[in-house]
Each structure stands twice: as structure tokens, then as C-alpha cells.
């Protein structure tokens, strides 16, 4: 699985493995966090190819989504 041009960063790295601690603790480490980045870069690349309009709605369902941290701020 090679994507010319995209490489997660260290911090996109970890950021992935914080993530799956909580949701899939069984794979929570760098190199599967690094391939499961890799294979959402390339499906959301795929979407955008087959549906516009599917890919921007999918990105604007990021802005509107609350954060772990915006759910800790309306709980303290």
C-alpha cells in the first residue's frame, strides 16, 4: 500500500494511536496506524473520484462532529 506523495507524519502517527487506545486497543500501535492512515487517505481520494459532492459532505461532517474535547468542556 503506496501513496506517492503522502507520508502520516510522527504526529499523525501517534494522533492515530491515541485514537486507537480507545476504539480498537488491539491495534493501537504505529505501523497500523500508519497503514489504516495510508488506506483513509486513499478512500477518501476514491470518493472524490467516483462522488464530489460525497467527499465534501463527508469533510464537512469533520467540522460539525464534536471533538473529545469540546464533549469534556460542555462537562465541566
Known amino acids: 500500500m503506496n501513496m506517492p506523495g503522502y507520508m502520516p507524519t ?28 495510508i488506506r483513509m487517505k ?15 459532505k463527508e469533510m464537512e461532517s469533520f467540522k460539525t462532529e464534536p471533538t473529545e474535547n469540546d464533549h469534556h468542556r460542555q462537562n465541566t
Open 42 to 56: 486513499l478512500m477518501y481520494r476514491d470518493i472524490g473520484r467516483i462522488d464530489e459532492e460525497l467527499l465534501h
Open 10 to 37: 510522527d504526529e499523525d502517527i501517534e494522533a492515530m494511536v491515541r485514537d486507537l487506545e480507545k476504539t480498537d486497543p488491539e491495534n493501537a500501535n504505529p505501523d497500523y496506524a500508519r497503514r489504516k492512515l
